[in-house]
C-alpha cells in the first residue's frame, strides 16, 4: 500500500514538471517573438545558393526558384557576366551578341529578363561541339572501326564490303556507295547483344584512336576548345545546358563524359535512339515482359528514332517540356530547333565550316550556308575569324592519303598548327546534312 501511495506521488511529480517545462517553453517563444531584433533573419532571405552549378537537373532546378521566390545571383548582388569568352576572337561579332543577349537575359532590370529556370540552351555535337570531317561524323567513324577493325565482330559479308567501299569514297572524296540500309541501323545492328557498359566500352576504345588528318590528337579528343568554353560561360551564367544530337545518346554521353559531364550532366544528352532489351526477354514485348534479378540491359539492334529536323523539335518537347532560348548547330538538320527558339523568343547561332587552314572546311559551303542562315533569322560564327584555335594547342592538321583498311591511316605529308589566324572571309557550312565526304587536302 505504501509502495502504491510513493508511485502516485512519483507521477503526480512527473506531471507537474512536464506542465512547468511547457510553461517554460511558451515564456520564451513570446519573449523571442516580442524582441525580432536578437533573432537571425529568416532564412528565405539568405543569399541563394546556385544548384550545382547548373549540374542538377532541369526538374530540380525549377522546383528550387518557385514564382513567388526566384533565387539568381544572392541578395542585393547583381552578376555581371564577363564580356570575353575563352579562345574567342577579341572583335568576334557572335562572341558580342552572345555576351549581350547573356546580360539581357540575366539582367533583373532588363525587359528582356529571363527567370533561371527558363535559361535553355541547346547544342548540336557533331560539327557544333566536336569535329565531323575527319573524314566523317564520330558515330560513323566508330561504325566503320566495328566493322573493319574490331577483332570481335564479325559483320556480314555485304556489310564489311559496304563498309570498305564507304571509307575509301570517304577518304578519297568520291560518291558514297550504295546502302544496304542506313548507316544508323547498320551501327545498331553492329552492337546488337552488348550490355549498353560493353558498348560504352568500344566507344571509349575507340575514343583513343588518333584522328584521321590530324597529328597529336584522338577522336576523343576533338572537341571545338571554343565551344567548350562557351558551354563554361553559359553555365556560369545560370543556364541549363543539354545537347541534342543526330548521333545515339549513350555514345554522346561517352564521348563528353570527360570535358563536359559537369556542365552537361548524361541526363541532359539527348540523341538517336537504339531500342534496348533485357537478356531474358526473347520475343516478349517490353509492356509485357517484367525485368528479372539476373537480367542485363543489352543493345537490341534496331534504331528506333533519328534525332534529326523535326525530331529535335519533338525530342526537346517530350524531353526538356519547355523551349530553349539558345541553340547552336550548324547544318540544316539543326534548322528546325533553331526555328523553334526564334519563334519562343529565344536566338540561333550556326557554325561556319570556313577553316580550311587548321580544319577541314569548305569556304564555297560554307558561304552558301550563311545565306541561308541569314535569311531565317540565324546569326553565324565564322570559325576561322571568331576561333583563335579550334581543337588546342599542339594539334596539328596534315594531308593524308587513303588509308589501308587494316592498317589504319597513312603518315602525314603536310602539317598546318592548330594555332589562331586572321582572315576575314565569311563562308559557311551548307544546308545539307553535313559532309559526307572529305577530299584529301593537296
Known sequence: MRQRKIRNILSLLMIIALLLSACGGRKSQETSAAAPEETSAPE?????????????????????????????????????????????????????????????????????????????????????????????????????????????????????????????????????????????????????GLTVEEYRTHVRDFMEVPAVGFENMTYGECLYSPMVALIDYLVKNEFTVFISSGSERNLVREQTADLLEKSIPPHRVIGSTFSLVARGQGGNEGRNYTYAPEDQVLLGGDLVIKNQKMNKVVSIVNEIGKPPILVFGNTSSDFAMAQYALQNGGKAYMLLCDDTERDYGDEKEARAFKKTCEGLGFETISMRDEFTTIYGEGVVKTSYLPADPGEGTVPAVKAVENVPENTSEEPEESPGEGPESLKPAA
Open 44 to 192: 528565405t532571405t539568405a543569399a541563394p545558393k546556385i544548384i550545382g552549378t547548373m549540374h542538377a537537373p532541369s526538374s530540380v532546378v525549377e522546383e528550387s526558384a518557385p514564382d513567388t521566390v526566384e533565387p539568381e545571383t544572392g541578395a542585393g548582388e547583381e552578376k555581371t557576366p564577363e564580356d570575353k569568352i575563352l579562345f574567342w576572337t577579341e572583335n568576334s561579332p557572335a562572341m558580342a551578341s552572345i555576351v549581350a543577349y547573356v546580360k539581357a537575359v540575366t539582367d533583373k532590370s532588363s525587359p528582356d529578363f529571363v527567370r533561371r529556370r527558363d535559361r535553355i540552351a541547346v547544342f548540336d555535337m557533331d560539327g557544333t561541339l566536336c569535329g565531323e570531317r575527319f573524314p566523317t561524323y564520330f558515330d560513323k567513324c566508330f561504325m566503320l572501326h566495328r566493322i573493319l577493325r574490331d577483332p570481335s565482330y564479325t559483320p556480314d559479308p555485304e556489310i564489311r564490303q559496304y563498309a570498305e567501299e564507304l571509307e575509301e569514297a570517304l577518304l578519297n572524296g568520291t560518291p558514297a556507295p550504295e546502302s544496304p540500309g542506313s548507316d544508323a541501323q547498320i551501327a545498331a545492328e553492329a552492337f546488337k
